[in-house]
């Protein structure tokens, strides 16, 4: 029998527990698998004394995570505590100083640190793998880093945060507003006590950074992402684009354009017949352009203690699988010195079509006023619609314009224009327009 790989856990939390109680029940089958057994033979957590379902007596433990990643009789080190800097950050930085393989679901390390850590595992010969650290489940990084080797990437877009899609889903489906849909997802458990990070797009941005480095061969730039999250969106947007036949989705997008690399996030209208916008509740699901493959879409459960230990589990199983003098694959997939500079597009150049939703004065004059301000700026119309106010009783109109293709720089100009008029009620919505098959 081949020697075992050992395996050390930091973190047995949601992601940490499901990993040792999976990585024992399934050990048979990894053994067949990889061709030599899987053993957990060090773990650290915070709480020595929480029960986490599994028996690990056999186990070192360790108070201190880094001293587990520099000292524990260990081939792999498992990072799953969570944050960009303090514990988690030094551990791993020892696990790769001491030459260990890592695999870690962290996100927000791997946006702010990545290339430095990718580095540190290339000088060290080590693997650094992450399945987990993007749509938790969903294949992603080794499809980009492997699967679509000669591909060229032109559009890079997804559901990457469970929280926004369940929230965005029941306003749709139950014709609930935002915030009592964000209460019932803090009950459920799909969003934290504080649901900042995710409802603002953060989350969604970590990902996509990691995404666009893999999708572009470009440096690791979680800076330059354009955000907008999903708190604005009321009942009025969602009944809009579905009469428009639209679904609102918290989109992560990364788009080579002819001015650099776009990266955004923000709340976008994606046609009801997509297979995008059949996306619902907590799945994630991402869709990679290319060259030589065309569309692509991977759709599955993107958070949850099991389906991210699967994707751990995936990872630790590649490394049981590779051998002594192994020539291990780069981290971002293409060594870190061809990995070229992040080239930015300004959103000003973005180009799109936009849906705005105006709330105005029932004045004379209000409309041929708005379609002044959208000629001026050379914004052809789709469609202009008139509706009753926002609320009974009430005088005011809400005016939803749709545009053709138009840059983000007129439709911001426009919009600037029409606020200055004096016609507005209430501050416009604007909401771009992706293209989805
Ligand atoms: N949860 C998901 O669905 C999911 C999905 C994808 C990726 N991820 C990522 O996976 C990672 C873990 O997430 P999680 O949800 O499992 O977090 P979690 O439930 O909060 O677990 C964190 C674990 O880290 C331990 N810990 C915290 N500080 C520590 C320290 N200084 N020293 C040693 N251990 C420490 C905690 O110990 P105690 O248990 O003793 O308090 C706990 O076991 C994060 O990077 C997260 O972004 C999570």
């Not at 988690?88 to 962290?106: D, F, K």
């Not at 559009?155 to 369940?166: H, V």
């Given at each position: 029998m081949s020697e075992p790989l050992r395996v050390g856990i930091a973190g047995l939390g949601t992601v940490g527990a499901s990993v040792a109680r999976l990585l024992a029940s399934t050990q048979g089958e990894l053994r067949r698998q990889c061709g030599r057994p899987i053993e957990v033979t060090a773990v650290s957590a915070r709480n020595r004394k929480r029960d986490r379902g599994v028996d690990l007596s056999g186990a070192a433990w360790f108070d201190d995570p880094t001293e587990l990643a520099r000292k524990a009789d260990i081939d792999v080190f498992v990072e799953l505590i969570g944050g960009d800097e303090?514990?988690?950050?030094?551990?791993?930085?020892?696990?790769?100083?001491?030459?260990?393989?890592?695999?870690?679901?962290?996100?927000?390390?791997l946006a702010r640190h990545g290339l430095a850590l990718a580095e540190m595992a290339e000088k060290r010969g080590v693997l650094?793998?992450?399945?987990?650290?993007?749509?938790?489940?969903?294949?992603?990084?080794?499809?980009?880093?492997?699967?679509?080797?000669?591909?060229?990437?032109?559009?890079?877009?997804?559901?990457?945060?469970?929280?926004?899609?369940?929230?965005?889903?029941?306003?749709?489906?139950?014709?609930?507003?935002?915030?009592?849909?964000?209460?019932?997802?803090?009950?459920?458990?799909?969003?934290e006590a504080d649901p900042t990070f995710d409802i603002e797009g953060h989350d969604t941005a970590h990902k996509l950074a990691i995404l666009t480095s893999l999708a572009f061969g470009s440096r690791i730039a979680p800076n330059d992402i354009y955000m907008e999250g999903i708190s604005n969106i009321t009942q009025a947007d969602i009944r809009a684009a579905a009469e428009l036949g639209y679904r609102i989705k918290l989109l992560g997008v990364a788009q080579l354009t002819d001015s650099g690399i776009e990266q955004r996030v923000h709340p976008t209208m994606v046609p009801t017949a997509s297979v995008i916008a059949q996306v619902h509740?907590?799945?994630?699901?991402?869709?990679?352009?290319?060259?030589?493959?065309?569309?692509?879409?991977?759709?599955?459960?993107?958070?949850?203690?099991?389906?991210?230990?699967?994707?751990?589990?995936?990872?630790?199983?590649?490394?049981?699988?590779?051998?002594?003098?192994?020539?291990?694959?780069?981290?971002?997939?293409?060594?870190?010195?061809?990995?070229?500079?992040?080239?930015?597009?300004q959103m000003r150049s973005h180009e799109g079509g936009y849906f705005i939703r105006l709330t105005v004065h029932d004045r004379t004059g209000v409309f041929a006023a708005i379609a002044k301000r959208m000629a001026a700026n050379d914004i052809s119309l789709e469609s202009i619609v008139q509706h009753a106010g926002p609320s009974e009783g009430s005088s005011d109109k809400t005016v939803i314009l749709v545009t053709h293709e138009t840059t983000e720089a007129a439709v911001r100009k426009a919009v600037e224009g029409i606020t200055k008029d004096g016609h507005l009620v209430d501050k416009a919505q604007v909401i771009r327009i992706e293209r989805a098959a």
């Open positions: 303090g514990p988690a950050l030094q551990a791993v930085r020892a696990a790769l100083e001491a030459g260990r393989h890592v695999v870690t679901a962290n996100k927000a390390l650094l793998n992450y399945e987990a650290a993007v749509a938790g489940g969903i294949p992603i990084i080794k499809t980009l880093r492997e699967a679509l080797a000669g591909n060229t990437i032109s559009r890079i877009f997804g559901i990457l945060n469970g929280t926004c899609n369940y929230i965005l889903t029941r306003m749709e489906a139950e014709g609930i507003a935002f915030d009592a849909c964000l209460k019932d997802a803090q009950r459920l458990g799909y969003a509740g907590v799945t994630n699901a991402v869709a990679v352009e290319t060259d030589i493959l065309g569309e692509l879409l991977l759709s599955g459960p993107g958070a949850g203690g099991n389906a991210t230990a699967s994707a751990v589990i995936g990872d630790i199983a590649d490394i049981a699988k590779s051998r002594p003098g192994f020539q291990h694959g780069p981290v971002f997939g293409r060594p870190t010195k061809e990995l070229k500079p992040y080239r930015k597009a």
